[in-house]
């Protein structure tokens, strides 16, 4: 486990309780991770859809294990900042294996994950977090829990019942010993209040059309911000335009335009002295 793993842990802890929420740029790889920490990002956080198509698999559990903690040793060799990950619905379905998978994260120096509910049932993800809990705890680190629950992002029930089936499960995910709540899906600023007033959790949303800024944010109590796969797809989206041009026509103009320069990025993959 890296020496500053457990100080680390502390600092993503206090990193949801300032005056602002705290904005995640969520990175898939250890380039983009360690672009994100040199404009400021106070920790890093991955996307699984980001970290998947990285590794050339689609989204949701499919990703090999091994490939994620791969990524994150990669990740942690070259960023300074804290690390959450996102665990999916933990690559099991026995909780006793979704702490292991955990356990092993933790001591590649991972201090919070995201573990989410998807289509299953609540107290499958309570399980779950139990477990991991327990396993974090014998190895002595703080992990930031974050439980993510899908109610609005898949509509698990009638519109009118969300905001209750919402805050009913943020108890559960809380007292199985969950640190944060995440709700993607949620952009009205009404339910945001609800929400943030109904759990004593932080709670964590995804950029989507409609959401408020981070300043409104702030004032609904919203203590966490997340691009999820955001930034990947608007840079497949660039890539798409580009090489379909490049192809068609072969010229050089184009793709320079908007681009970094060698030297800057290859100056920056050098890693940091450790403070």
Known sequence: ?????????????????????????????????????????????????????????????????EHLLATVNTITRIVRVPLTFDLEGGYSNDPGQVAVNAARLIEAGVVGINLEDGAGSP??????????????????????????????????????????????????????????????????????QAITRGTPLPVNVLVRPGLPNAFELQRLGIRRLSSGSTIPLALWGQATALVSAFLADGRSEPLGQGAATYDTLNALMKPAAAP
């Open 123 to 192: 107290t499958a993800l309570c399980e779950k977090i139990a477990h991991v809990r327990q396993a974090s705890a014998r190895l002595g680190v703080r992990l930031f829990i974050n439980a993510r629950t899908d109610v609005y992002l898949r509509g698990l029930v009638p519109e009118a019942l969300r905001q209750d089936e919402t805050l009913a499960r943020a108890e559960q995910y809380r007292a199985a010993g969950a640190d944060g709540f995440f709700v993607p899906g949620l952009v009205d600023a009404a339910g945001i």
């Open 1 to 65: 486990m890296p020496p500053d793993t457990t100080a680390h842990a502390e600092s993503f802890h206090a990193l949801h309780q300032g005056p602002a929420p705290l904005i995640l740029p969520n990175a898939w790889d250890a380039a983009s991770a360690r672009l994100f920490e040199s404009l400021g990002a106070k920790a890093i956080a991955t996307t699984s859809a980001g970290v998947a198509w990285a590794h050339g698999y689609p989204d949701g559990d499919s990703l090999p294990f």
